[in-house]
């Protein structure tokens, strides 16, 4: 079967780091995305790997390794505003998106 | 309109009753989905459309139907509602050659 594996809750402080992991096993493998839904609303698409290695974009960055069907969300000088879920999600070989069910990120003070 | 919309926000439904989520993009985009979330459980397909004129089903398709006659609406039903399907149902759509999937607000449905 399919499976998306992330871990259910993380908690970090503000102004802090953060790795969000996120590993995988899809029949077939078209590209990993990373999503940020905030409670009550829609997702909001953060990064998209489809070769390995690390897309930076602002203070968030996604790393891909296909070999070891593994990626990982780096979040920086995380700020209150990025409490959410951050949902990885991977395109198999129907080009369908198959979904992990999400990580929580509590942000303290 | 300016994206995706949904219609209604929310609905309480008695079961077996027949309902119709609405969903509507001015983006003209190709390709259309609906997922179902739930509590602990990862976005699950219900059904797609590639393109105006076709659909298919996705991983949960049981007790829902869709029908794609134009390019902006993909309207999702439910023939005989059961409190299984209480959900809350995102509508999604994407550009062919992109890889973004854009999602509506979504709709918070509960079936008694």
């Known amino acids: 079967g399919q499976n998306i594996d992330q871990p259910t809750e993380m908690t970090a402080t503000e102004g802090a780091i953060v790795q969000i992991n996120c590993t995988y096993q899809t029949s077939g493998f078209n590209g990993l995305f990373w999503y940020q839904q905030h409670a009550g609303e829609a997702p909001t698409f953060l990064s998209y790997?489809?070769l390995d290695g690390l897309e930076e974009k602002g203070r968030f960055s996604s790393f891909l390794s296909r070999s070891k069907g593994y990626s990982y969300l780096l979040l920086k000088e995380l700020q209150m505003k990025d409490s959410a879920s951050y949902l990885c999600a991977v395109r198999d070989s129907n080009y369908q998106l198959i979904w992990g069910a999400g990580t929580k990120l509590i942000i303290k003070p | 309109i300016a994206g995706i919309t949904q219609a209604p926000t929310s609905q309480i439904l008695a079961a077996g009753r027949r309902m119709t989520l609405r969903c509507t993009q001015d983006m003209r985009h190709n390709a259309m989905y609906w997922y179902r979330q739930d509590l602990g459980l990862g976005l699950r397909l219900i059904h797609y459309s590639n393109t105006a004129g076709t659909t298919g089903k996705g991983e949960v398709p049981d007790g829902y139907s869709v029908s794609r006659a134009n390019t902006d609406d993909f309207p999702l039903t439910l023939a005989s509602a059961v409190p299984s399907q209480t959900s809350v149902y995102f509508c999604a759509s994407s550009d062919s050659d992109n890889n973004e999937q854009f999602f509506g607000p979504g709709t918070r449905l509960t079936v008694l």
């Open positions: 790997n489809v």
